[in-house]
């Protein structure tokens, strides 16, 4: 028996459809996040080495009592999430230039 499945459509409308059977060979569990060990040689100032094993590296900063504080996550921000600049700045920088200028 097929089932059917209320879908909510981007401009909000609603439509009863046929669901896609599942794959015989997908789990319903979700996928766990792996955190290879690897990456690109990186400097610790603490020690003055150079590590391309992440355990490696915190480690190091751990045994000389520091603390990794922060994160990079630049390259998995949504597209746009960077458009937050402050309202106003534009026309501070104008007036600034202006005063600048005279």
């Not at 569990?29 to 690109?40: E, K, N, Q, V």
């Not at 106003?88 to 600034?96: L, R």
Request: hydrophobic residues 25%; aromatic residues 10%; proline residues 6%.
């Amino acid at each position: 028996m097929s089932e059917y499945h209320w879908y909510t459509l981007g401009d909000g409308r609603r439509v009863f459809r046929k669901a896609p059977k599942p794959s015989p060979h997908r789990s319903d569990l979700s996928r766990p996040y792996i955190r290879a060990d690897g990456m690109d040689a990186v400097w610790n100032p603490v020690d003055g080495n150079h590590y391309e094993s992440r355990s490696q590296y915190e480690r190091a900063v751990k045994q000389a009592g520091c603390e990794i504080v922060g994160d990079d996550k630049g390259h998995w921000e949504k597209a746009g999430a960077r458009d937050t600049e402050p309202k106003g700045v534009k026309e501070d920088i104008v007036q600034a230039w202006q005063q600048l200028s005279s």
